[in-house]
């Protein structure tokens, strides 16, 4: 029996290659896209459907370390280390809107709602910092006594506000889950203090040198319980309760840097960037559950926003790692020239730049 051929019409044809197209589109649009900063280049563009990078962009000078992202995906932030300014991009077209300058040296970037709050350091020289037990000569004594600044930046204005005094070289930001305070950490006095956002008044100074030195990456637990802030000269996680009283510390690989809680609250990660390795934690006993092999000195990452995969930006090996966030393993390498320094996701995800 011959079996008749079947011709679909034209039309219905179209209709199914458009439908499938308009499919690949949400799928990709679900998925979302991560922004790298590169500190030799410029802004990476990582498709999470597909998780290949998909283009870049300038944002003026080499130099872009810190970058967020607005809540409604409109906007990118970066902070400019040889501009001496902050950017922001308008992510339809992915131009330039504005430039702000700020002072030298500008880090570290946090958004919550219009507004970017980016830490700069008047009296930076720039460059690597010393290592431990290094005998530093400098032209002046008190360069690392004179207090950094956050500068707090109306996004859609394009506009500084106004500025907050922290302490000397702060490197991060995180902020009280009711949004009215900013936690920093100040690595040369070895401090975490706590700010008034408003007023710009100082509230609280937690000393950390019996603890460790130089604290760095600082986060909030998702149920506002706890923070924990990495130090990178004593190689600890330290733990602080609600009102920033230290509780305990945890030993990690060596200089920790960027840390996140997952979504659940249940386990924290810490990027050991001279250990190549992201640790991982149980929140509640702090055991450790896992050292993750990754690259050379990766400093930031970020979960994607279905949280099932973890993204590390590894500077010095020029990579991005992916990371299947439950069975904590190694899934795919992306070569990424330029010194990848961080990386955020919209939507917005967990990750020891950003959260939603």
């Not at 305070?181 to 100040?186: D, G, K």
């Not at 690595?187 to 460790?212: C, F, M, Q």
């Not at 659940?264 to 050991?272: C, L, P, T």
Request: contains cysteine.
């Amino acid at each position: 029996m011959k079996m008749k051929s079947i011709r679909m019409p034209s039309k219905l044809i179209c209709a199914t290659l458009f439908a499938l197209g308009l499919a690949a589109a949400a799928q990709a649009q679900t998925a979302g896209v991560a922004y790298i900063s590169n500190q030799n280049g410029g802004i990476g563009v990582l498709d999470l459907a597909t998780l290949e990078l998909t283009g870049s962009f300038e944002v003026g000078a080499k130099g872009p370390r810190g970058i967020g992202v607005t809540a409604d995906g409109k906007y990118l932030v970066t902070a400019n280390k040889d501009d001496a300014n902050v950017s922001i991009i308008d992510l339809a077209t992915r131009k330039v809107v504005k430039q702000v300058k700020i002072g030298k040296n500008p880090e570290f970037v946090r958004v919550l709602g219009d507004k970017a709050f980016v830490t700069y350091e008047p009296s930076s020289k720039g460059g690597p910092p010393p290592k431990p037990g290094a005998v530093v000569v400098k032209e002046d004594d008190d360069d690392d006594k004179v207090p950094a600044r956050i500068a707090i930046v109306d996004i859609r204005k394009g506009k500084l506000l106004k500025e907050i005094t922290s302490g000397p070289e702060t490197e991060g930001i995180e902020f009280t889950p009711d949004g009215k305070r900013m936690i920093v950490t100040n690595e040369a006095d070895n401090t975490i203090t706590l700010h008034d956002i408003r007023s710009g008044k100082l509230l609280k100074t937690v000393p950390t040198s019996k603890y460790g030195d130089r604290p760095r990456g600082i986060k909030v637990s998702p149920d506002g319980k706890h923070y924990v802030a990495t130090l990178e000269f004593g190689n600890k996680l330290l733990v602080l309760d609600d009102k920033l009283d230290p509780i305990k510390t945890v030993e990690t690989g060596k200089t920790p840097y960027g840390v996140a809680f997952d979504r659940s609250g249940q386990r924290i990660f810490v990027a050991a960037s001279r250990a190549n390795t992201l640790q991982v934690f149980d929140a509640t006993s702090l055991e450790k559950i896992k050292d993750i092999q990754s690259g050379e000195r990766c400093w930031h990452f970020t979960f994607t926003p279905d949280d099932k995969q973890i993204l590390l930006t590894c500077g010095r090996s020029d990579e991005v790692i992916v990371i299947d966030a439950d069975k904590l393993e190694v899934t795919k390498r992306i070569a990424n020239k330029g010194m990848p320094w961080g990386i955020v996701t919209y939507p917005k995800a967990f990750g020891s730049l950003d959260q939603p």
